[in-house]
C-alpha cells in the first residue's frame, strides 16, 4: 500500500491548510483511515479518523472543532482541513491505513498497518 501526504506548508497562526493523502491502494474493500502528527521530540499523536464509507468520524480533543476528516473513495483520497492554525499544531503529518476490518474507530498508531511518509506543517505565531 503507498500513501502519499501532500498540502503541507507554513501557515499563520489562525489561518488554514487542507492535507491530501492519496493512495493507489485505497480500493475496496475501503479500511478506516486516520491523520497522525509529529512534534520533534514527541511521539506520534493521534489526530483525526474517519471510517471506510466517510459517516463515522473522531478527533482528538486538541484539534477538535478546528480540523475535519474527509475521504473521496472514488479519488483514493483523505483530507485534513485544518482551519484556526496554532504554534502547536506544528509537526508532520501522516496519514495510515488501518487496512483491517474494525468495528470501533482506533487511534492508536499501532493499530495501522500503512504509512505515508508525512509532510510538514509549520504554523508560525
Known amino acids: 500500500v503507498q500513501l502519499e501526504e501532500s498540502g503541507g506548508g507554513l501557515a499563520h497562526a489562525g489561518g488554514s491548510l487542507r492535507l491530501s493523502c492519496a493512495g493507489s491502494?485505497?480500493?475496496?474493500?475501503?479500511?478506516?483511515m486516520a491523520w497522525f502528527r509529529q512534534a520533534p521530540g514527541k511521539g506520534r499523536e493521534f489526530v483525526a479518523v474517519v471510517n471506510w464509507s466517510g459517516s463515522r468520524t473522531d478527533y482528538s480533543d486538541s484539534v477538535k472543532g478546528r480540523f475535519t476528516i474527509s475521504r473521496d473513495n472514488a479519488e483514493k483520497t483523505v483530507f485534513l482541513l485544518m482551519n484556526s492554525l496554532k504554534s502547536e499544531d506544528t509537526a508532520v503529518y501522516y496519514c495510515?491505513?488501518?487496512?483491517?476490518?474494525?468495528?470501533?474507530?482506533?487511534?492508536?498508531?499501532?493499530?495501522?498497518?500503512?504509512w505515508g511518509h508525512g509532510t510538514q506543517v509549520t504554523v508560525s505565531s
Open positions: 495510515a491505513d488501518a487496512a483491517t476490518i474494525t468495528t470501533q474507530l482506533v487511534t492508536v498508531p499501532s493499530w495501522y498497518n500503512y
Open positions: 491502494a485505497i480500493t475496496e474493500p475501503f479500511y478506516d
